[in-house]
């Protein structure tokens, strides 16, 4: 029994589904500077499309609304931070803490560099509706487990189970969006490596007291 093949139809040499994927590209690239420059609540399905040298048929092609799109480039955003961020944490170069400083600074050069991923990241995710939330608290989560990675790397001493349900990580996350967003809002006046210095320097204080907390439980025990 033969099976027959699809084929997806090509038009100019180009597969359907490849174009509709480049389309898909654009529509992401313009969500990404409507809402970073003009605002969620300001922009609509026009004006993305309009961006993206695209009719309004082929948004809805890709995505079911505008609150649809917002979701996909927030988390393009978080994903590739959160790549990066990896795997400058698992690079042998350097001290666990130069790792930890690498990452604070490709985060918050991101920022100064695109405004977009800042006004996207720290002001547009917010209140939109309880799904985004729910993107912006997984994102959240994200940035604890990096910060409680840095921890563990840096403080060996510190109890792994208790670290893992503690709220401090959490705290700290928190810490570096306060301070992102205070940094922005002034628009970037203080010193990237002072911004740098004073969130390692809180860093390290905290993870100090954690791990003299485990090296006292230790000696008791």
């Given at each position: 029994?033969?099976?027959?093949?699809?084929?997806?139809?090509?038009?100019?040499?180009?597969?359907?589904?490849?174009?509709?994927?480049?389309?898909r590209?654009?529509?992401?690239?313009?969500?990404?500077?409507?809402?970073?420059?003009?605002?969620?609540?300001?922009?609509?399905?026009?004006?993305?499309?309009?961006i993206?040298?695209?009719?309004?048929?082929?948004?809805?092609?890709?995505?079911?609304?505008?609150?649809?799109?917002?979701?996909?480039?927030?988390?393009?955003?978080?994903?590739?931070?959160?790549?990066?961020?990896?795997?400058?944490?698992?690079?042998?170069?350097?001290?666990?803490?130069?790792?930890?400083?690498?990452?604070?600074?490709?985060?918050?050069?991101?920022?100064?560099?695109?405004?977009?991923?800042?006004?996207?990241?720290?002001?547009?995710?917010?209140?939109?509706?309880?799904?985004?939330?729910?993107?912006?608290?997984?994102?959240?989560?994200?940035?604890?487990?990096?910060?409680?990675?840095?921890?563990?790397?840096?403080?060996?001493?510190?109890?792994?189970?208790?670290?893992?349900?503690?709220?401090?990580?959490?705290?700290?996350?928190?810490?570096?969006?306060?301070i992102?967003?205070?940094?922005?809002?002034?628009g970037?006046?203080?010193?990237?490596d002072?911004?740098?210095?004073?969130?390692?320097?809180?860093?390290?204080?905290?993870?100090?007291?954690?791990?003299?907390?485990?090296?006292?439980?230790?000696?008791?025990?």
């Amino acid at each position: 029994m033969k099976t027959k093949k699809t084929r997806s139809r090509v038009y100019g040499g180009i597969k359907a589904n490849l174009r509709q994927a480049e389309r898909r590209k654009k529509l992401i690239e313009a969500g990404l500077e409507a809402f970073g420059t003009k605002g969620y609540a300001k922009t609509n399905i026009k004006m993305i499309c309009g961006i993206a040298g695209l009719t309004e048929r082929y948004f809805y092609e890709s995505f079911r609304h505008k609150e649809d799109l917002l979701r996909v480039v927030y988390r393009e955003l978080i994903d590739e931070g959160q790549r990066d961020a990896m795997a400058a944490l698992e690079d042998n170069e350097g001290t666990p803490v130069d790792a930890a400083a690498r990452v604070l600074r490709m985060f918050y050069q991101r920022f100064y560099q695109d405004p977009r991923r800042a006004q996207i990241q720290l002001f547009e995710i917010l209140g939109v509706s309880k799904n985004i939330d729910r993107e912006y608290q997984n994102a959240m989560r994200l940035l604890a487990d990096l910060v409680r990675l840095f921890l563990y790397k840096v403080f060996p001493r510190i109890h792994e189970e208790k670290l893992s349900r503690s709220i401090i990580p959490t705290g700290l996350a928190g810490s570096i969006i306060m301070i992102a967003h205070e940094w922005v809002l002034n628009g970037f006046v203080t010193p990237l490596d002072d911004i740098i210095s004073e969130c390692m320097d809180l860093f390290m204080a905290m993870g100090k007291h954690l791990n003299k907390k485990s090296g006292s439980r230790s000696e008791r025990a």
